[in-house]
């Protein structure tokens, strides 16, 4: 079993900042990749960005550019940093792994205003 928890959300202006933490714990061995996806009201969960077991990154393209994923293995812990956010950036951002087993996070709120 893997559980995994996601914080960091928060409310921020358009063109602000914010960086999302993803901590597994458990059986961490099991996880090939990690990454992150968001779920804005009335629409369904979408990819935001993965980061795989050989440090090789994918980015949706309506954040390429603006949000990096990265992680530390000692802390078993993935981030996404987001810089310039937008408005249509507010959602839930679940974090989830990639492996034999998908595991996801209870998901953390960002909300960017005008």
């Known amino acids: 079993q893997v559980q995994i928890v996601e914080s960091g959300g928060g409310l921020v202006q358009a063109g602000g900042s914010l960086r999302l933490s993803c901590a597994a714990s458990?059986?961490?061995?099991?996880?090939?990749?990690m990454g992150w996806y968001r779920q804005a009201p009335g629409k369904q969960r979408e990819f935001v960005a993965m980061l795989n077991s050989a440090g090789g990154t994918a980015y949706a393209d309506s954040v390429r550019g603006r949000f990096t994923i990265s992680r530390d293995n000692a802390k078993n812990t993935v981030y996404l940093e987001m810089n310039s956010l937008k408005p249509e950036d507010t959602a839930v951002y679940y974090c989830?792994?990639?492996?034999?087993?998908?595991?996801w996070g209870q998901g953390t709120q960002v909300t960017v205003s005008s």
């Open positions: 989830r792994t990639y492996g034999p087993q998908v595991y």
């Open positions: 458990g059986s961490t061995f099991s996880i090939n990749s």
